[in-house]
């Protein structure tokens, strides 16, 4: 019964947003055969619609129609709470799969709040993101599993698998949580075809399709405890945590030391002006090693030894092509 109550408020609410953004474009029979059930039920809904909701909802021969939707109040902001939340909006549209015509709106409304000799800088703080085909994928698999998340639906989707030389299967999720990570983004959910909770990443998802079957995510779930004391994006080990210290030169260590890295971070400068950096993590994995290499010479490796004995190999083998 739960699950049919949920169906229609979403139903309601899809009907409600056809219709304002399309005003006589769809009549009884049409939005129907959109929904897959009888004209009664349509009607059903365009009541709770009419006396439920008070819309003035009217229809002519050409479809059903709005006479007047409700106006939102102003929201006021200080000078200071404006700009921060245009920054933090326009610094959104460069996170990849982040970009519709509505963000794009939105910029738009809250540059407008400022005096016009601001404008020019606005407009500089971030350049407009490129669009690409990949962005565009990114963004209908984004916006998709956010609708989930919010309707509790489970998703049917056709995912890659590198490890295996890209083969692809087909698999039920149950979303629960979306995080961007570095230019993209991952999804923890239940998989019911490996009957456990796994990550995805988005980019993968070639294909996917919102199913009315509904689903809770656990109340014992917490996504911190599920990625653990992993580094970046791999989830934390069953086996013992490792300690690594790295010895950063004084200009990297600064860098280093003033960003999140891990919650379990230690920086110490010394009197040279070196950073030791101190942390502990789940398991040296290839992700942690291409972190420390990018550092080139400005970082040492002191623990534990098979860090550095494999950093240094790389560093030799890199040597080795430039001979």
Same mark, same amino acid.
């Not at 909802?57 to 050409?62: A, I, M, N, T, Y």
């Not at 990570?181 to 009957?195: D, F, K, N, P």
């Not at 990625?227 to 989830?235: D, E, L, Q, S």
């Given at each position: 019964?739960?699950?049919?109550?949920?169906?229609?408020?979403?139903?309601?609410?899809?009907?409600?947003?056809?219709?304002?953004?399309?005003?006589?474009?769809?009549?009884?029979?049409?939005?129907?055969?959109?929904?897959?059930? @009888?004209?009664?039920?349509?009607?059903?809904? *365009?009541?709770?619609?009419?006396?439920?909701?008070?819309?003035? *909802?009217?229809?002519?021969?050409?479809?059903?129609?709005?006479?007047?939707?409700?106006?939102?109040?102003?929201?006021?902001?200080?000078?200071?709470?404006?700009?921060? +939340?245009?920054?933090?909006?326009?610094?959104?549209?460069?996170?990849?799969? !982040?970009?519709?015509?509505? +963000?794009?709106?939105?910029?738009?409304?809250?540059?407008?709040?400022?005096?016009?000799?601001?404008?020019?800088?606005?407009?500089?703080?971030?350049?407009?993101? !490129?669009?690409?085909?990949?962005?565009?994928?990114?963004?209908?698999?984004?916006?998709?599993?956010?609708?989930?998340?919010?309707?509790?639906?489970?998703?049917?989707?056709?995912?890659?698998?590198?490890?295996?030389?890209?083969?692809?299967?087909?698999? !039920?999720?149950?979303?629960?949580?979306?995080?961007?990570?570095?230019? @993209?983004?991952?999804?923890?959910?239940?998989?019911? *075809?490996?009957?456990?909770?796994?990550?995805?990443?988005?980019?993968?998802?070639?294909?996917?399709?919102?199913?009315?079957?509904?689903?809770?995510?656990?109340?014992?779930?917490?996504?911190?405890?599920?990625?653990?004391?992993?580094?970046?994006?791999?989830?934390?080990?069953?086996?013992?945590?490792?300690?690594?210290?790295?010895?950063?030169?004084?200009?990297?260590?600064?860098?280093?030391?003033?960003?999140?890295?891990?919650?379990?971070?230690?920086?110490?400068?010394?009197?040279?002006?070196?950073? *030791?950096?101190?942390?502990?993590?789940?398991?040296?994995?290839?992700?942690?090693?291409?972190?420390?290499?990018?550092?080139?010479?400005?970082?040492?490796? +002191?623990?534990?030894?098979?860090?550095?004995?494999? !950093?240094?190999?790389?560093?030799?083998?890199?040597?080795?092509?430039?001979?």
């Amino acid at each position: 019964m739960r699950a049919e109550e949920h169906k229609r408020t979403s139903r309601i609410l899809e009907l409600v947003q056809m219709i304002a953004v399309a005003p006589q474009r769809y009549l009884r029979r049409d939005l129907a055969e959109r929904f897959e059930i @009888s004209e009664r039920m349509i009607q059903k809904d *365009l009541e709770i619609i009419r006396h439920g909701l008070k819309l003035q *909802l009217l229809h002519s021969p050409e479809g059903y129609y709005f006479e007047k939707t409700p106006r939102l109040p102003a929201l006021q902001y200080t000078f200071a709470e404006a700009l921060a +939340l245009l920054l933090a909006v326009q610094a959104a549209r460069q996170v990849s799969g !982040v970009g519709s015509a509505e +963000l794009a709106a939105a910029v738009a409304r809250l540059e407008a709040l400022f005096p016009p000799e601001f404008t020019p800088l606005l407009r500089q703080t971030v350049a407009q993101p !490129v669009v690409t085909a990949q962005r565009e994928h990114r963004q209908q698999m984004l916006m998709l599993l956010n609708r989930a998340l919010i309707e509790g639906r489970k998703v049917r989707m056709v995912y890659e698998t590198r490890s295996r030389g890209g083969a692809t299967s087909e698999r !039920v999720a149950r979303p629960y949580y979306l995080m961007p990570y570095v230019r @993209s983004w991952q999804l923890i959910a239940y998989c019911e *075809l490996r009957e456990a909770v796994r990550m995805f990443k988005v980019d993968r998802i070639r294909e996917a399709t919102l199913l009315d079957e509904r689903y809770h995510i656990p109340g014992d779930f917490d996504v911190d405890a599920y990625m653990g004391t992993g580094w970046g994006a791999m989830r934390g080990g069953t086996g013992e945590p490792v300690d690594v210290v790295l010895r950063f030169g004084p200009e990297a260590g600064q860098w280093v030391a003033e960003e999140h890295w891990h919650p379990s971070q230690q920086a110490e400068e010394q009197p040279d002006g070196s950073v *030791l950096f101190r942390l502990r993590i789940a398991a040296i994995t290839p992700e942690f090693v291409n972190w420390t290499l990018y550092y080139g010479c400005r970082v040492e490796v +002191l623990e534990p030894e098979s860090l550095r004995e494999r !950093v240094a190999e790389e560093h030799r083998e890199a040597a080795g092509v430039y001979e």
